[in-house]
């Protein structure tokens, strides 16, 4: 990261959402702990149980494992801030159809929560994307990082 202002962006939100999985790993924690052997059959959670118990093991709803295939980095600022911004809507995207979907007000208002941090998250990174940008050569800055690649024009 070439620009100070960013840094402290990025390690503010990174801190955050570090954060935001511990909050996940203890809602479904709550949701699971108690379960009877007819629930987790009746609920369908019953093949991930056999694997995990009711531990807390990140995947996906279809039940991909997490990966650092999803962390993606090229190590180019535009690049960069522009997949910060999708994962930011892509994971507000996933609140709002756990919202469609829940129920219960013990999961509701964390989500809410979270939620809401994922739509400021956005708005930083449209902030540090515009600041980027200013300080980048207009002429420029869609088609390479001139601060890591001074030969391609």
Known sequence: MPYAELKGLLTDIGTEELGHLEMIGAIVYQLTRNLSEEDIKKSGFDTYFVDHTTGIYPQAASGTPFTAAYLQSKGDLITDLHEDLAAEQKARTTYDNILRFCDDQDVID???????????????FGEGLRLAQEKLDSKNFYAFNPSFDKKVK
């Not at 964390?110 to 930083?124: G, K, N, S």
């Open 110 to 124: 964390p989500i809410r929560f979270l939620r809401q941090r994922e739509i400021v998250h956005y708005q930083r």
